[in-house]
């Protein structure tokens, strides 16, 4: 089992930058996929990136691709999903998802979710 903290969201203007921070704890942080989705208000939650295991391969939303990266740090249990150029329509709430299944477009462990606003 694995316990999922979100950090790194506010507010920013469009044209801006951004970093999340997901850290992991319990075991074999290692062995899980990675991810984060993100739900925009009435709408569903939507896959975003995913880092598979040592962050070989990564897989992107068509929306992000270009301007988000996402990566990992096995040693610090942590993903990170770095935003650049945000638009107004990246703003929702991002979830840090962990699974074993590739591609990723579920999770079996959630994080709480932190909130992304982009201002026009």
């Known amino acids: 089992q694995v316990q999922l903290v979100e950090s790194g969201g506010g507010l920013v203007q469009a044209g801006g930058s951004m970093r999340l921070s997901c850290a992991a704890s319990?075991?074999?942080?290692?062995?899980?996929?990675m991810g984060w989705f993100r739900q925009a208000p009435g709408k569903e939650r939507e896959f975003v990136a995913a880092?598979?295991?040592?962050?070989?391969?990564?897989d992107y939303t068509e929306s992000v691709k270009g301007r988000f990266t996402i990566s990992r740090d096995d040693v610090k249990n942590t993903v990170y999903l770095q935003m650049n150029s945000l638009k107004p329509e990246d703003t929702a709430v991002y979830y840090c998802?962990?699974?074993?299944?590739?591609?990723?477009?579920?999770?079996?462990?959630w994080g709480q979710g932190t909130q992304v606003t982009v201002s026009s």
């Open positions: 880092c598979f295991r040592s962050g070989s391969i990564t």
């Open positions: 319990g075991r074999n942080f290692r062995s899980y996929i």
């Open positions: 998802a962990a699974d074993n299944t590739w591609p990723l477009r579920r999770g079996d462990y």
